[in-house]
C-alpha cells in the first residue's frame, strides 16, 4: 500500500477549528504558509490529539496555524 503524505493534497483546517477534526486515526502536520511543516505525528483520534495535545501552547504560538492530515480508514 502506498500512502500519499504530500501535505498540498491533504485536508486542511485552521488550528482554532481543530474541534472540527474527524475522530478517526491518521497522520498530520502543523505548519504555516511560511513553513508547511513544523510538526508531524501519528493519532488513534485526530480530533483528541489536538483537544489535549502536549504541545498545544507551542502551536498557539504560530501565525496562521494550519493543521493538515489524511485520516485512516483502519483503525492504528
Same mark, same amino acid.
Given at each position: 500500500?502506498?500512502?500519499?503524505? $504530500?501535505? $498540498?493534497?491533504? +485536508? %486542511?483546517? &485552521?488550528? $482554532?477549528?481543530? !474541534?472540527?477534526?474527524?475522530? !478517526? &486515526? *491518521?497522520?498530520?502536520? %502543523? *505548519? =504555516? +504558509? /511560511?513553513?508547511? /511543516?513544523?510538526? /508531524?505525528?501519528?493519532?488513534?483520534?485526530?480530533? =483528541?490529539?489536538?483537544? $489535549? @495535545? @502536549?504541545?498545544? /501552547?507551542?502551536?498557539? *504560538?504560530?501565525? +496562521?496555524? %494550519?493543521?493538515?492530515?489524511? &485520516? +485512516?480508514? !483502519? !483503525?492504528?
Amino acid at each position: 500500500m502506498q500512502l500519499n503524505l $504530500n501535505y $498540498n493534497e491533504m +485536508s %486542511v483546517l &485552521s488550528y $482554532n477549528q481543530r !474541534k472540527e477534526l474527524p475522530p !478517526k &486515526s *491518521g497522520i498530520y502536520y %502543523v *505548519g =504555516n +504558509s /511560511v513553513c508547511p /511543516v513544523m510538526y /508531524v505525528g501519528l493519532t488513534r483520534s485526530l480530533r =483528541n490529539r489536538y483537544i $489535549n @495535545h @502536549h504541545r498545544q /501552547v507551542q502551536f498557539e *504560538g504560530i501565525e +496562521s496555524a %494550519v493543521i493538515r492530515y489524511r &485520516s +485512516s480508514r !483502519k !483503525k492504528c
